[in-house]
């Protein structure tokens, strides 16, 4: 008896599986790009380990000043992320203010209060969530820290005066530099890493305690009801909670889905970009010598800075 043989539909194989159906295809390389490699595992174990060491630091006295400096930091990407939508949204920054009880103000005039009260807390979780994408990659590292020096410089012009401000800024500054120094960068990985760990962390804390818990009295989802009128302060935390947690997993899928290169890779690609002094192959062709006078300069020009504002 002659076989007939019949049509195959697209995507289904002669032996009725789907091992070529566009579904599976798109399936099985998704998983293959978000499945971690040995330097990533690696990234993500120091992750979970920042993770515990944060949330027990936070609540031990004393040991919990170590973590004092970095949440001033994360309260200055919260009032950074004020004062930069308020730019865009046409607004004219006053001042920008960091308050030694873990407290900011961004005073400014004009702009759409809609998009500057919600930018503090997702403004600060998304600079957080990037430097967690960053902090998987030693080129990428270099790069965040490079933005964030222009963002640090703009924070200055706009606190100005304010002393706390400026010495914690030069201070997280000095950090980046001396990371910079470390293994050929691979100190600042981690470092940038652990920053956007605790800034998110910090995030979904403080919009916890500030806005679901209302454990002050005003708070950006406070006036933000007020403008609204719909719903109150705690929907709109929770909202801004979601998305913060958001932020958070989307930086660590990032960080796995773009940062592929083995640590060798890393430390290779890292002596072509920016290298520090003593790294072979420079990219830029910029001598030892002249890199170390260039950052010796820039510390020197940011000193002057100061000594001029203060």
């Known amino acids: ?25 798109f399936a099985r390389d998704a998983g293959s790009t978000l499945t971690p490699n040995a330097t990533q595992r690696t990234t993500l174990i120091v992750a979970a380990c920042y993770i515990v060491a944060i949330a027990i630091l936070w609540h031990v006295p004393y040991l919990t000043l170590i973590l004092y400096p ?33 407290g900011g103000a961004t005073r400014m005039s004009g702009g759409i209060p809609w998009l500057t009260l919600p930018a503090g807390y997702l403004g600060s979780s998304f600079i957080g969530a990037a430097l967690i994408a960053c902090g998987f990659d030693t080129n990428a590292s270099k790069v965040a820290c490079l933005v964030l020096a222009g963002f640090f410089l703009f924070t200055l012009w706009w606190a100005r005066k304010e002393i706390l401000t400026w010495v914690l800024i030069l201070g997280m500054t000095g950090l980046i530099v001396l990371f910079w120094f470390v293994d050929g960068g691979v100190a600042l990985r ?65 960080g796995i889905v773009a940062f592929k290169q083995s640590a060798a890779q890393q ?39 100061l000594a001029l504002v203060l």
């Open 70 to 102: 970095f949440k001033l930091l994360t309260v200055g990407f919260h009032e950074m992320s004020h004062a930069i939508m308020g730019v865009l949204t046409c607004a004219t920054i006053h001042s920008i203010e960091l308050d030694p009880d873990e």
């Open 267 to 305: 430390a290779t690609d890292s002596e072509h970009f920016l290298p520090v002094p003593g790294a072979h192959n420079a990219a830029l062709g910029l001598s030892p010598g002249w890199m170390y006078v260039g950052t010796v300069g820039v510390s020197l020009l940011m000193s002057s800075c």
């Open 190 to 254: 981690y470092f940038v890493l652990f920053v956007g760990v605790m800034s998110c962390l910090y995030v979904l804390w403080d919009v916890i305690d500030d806005t679901i818990a209302r454990k002050v009295n005003g708070s950006d989802a406070s006036s933000f009801a007020d403008i609204c009128g719909c719903c109150p302060s705690q929907v709109w935390g929770v909202i801004w909670l979601l998305i913060a947690s958001a932020f958070f997993a989307a930086g660590i899928i990032v």
């Open 1 to 25: 008896m002659p076989r007939i043989d019949f049509p195959i539909q697209a995507g289904i194989d002669r032996d009725g599986s789907f091992s070529s159906h566009p579904i599976y295809l």
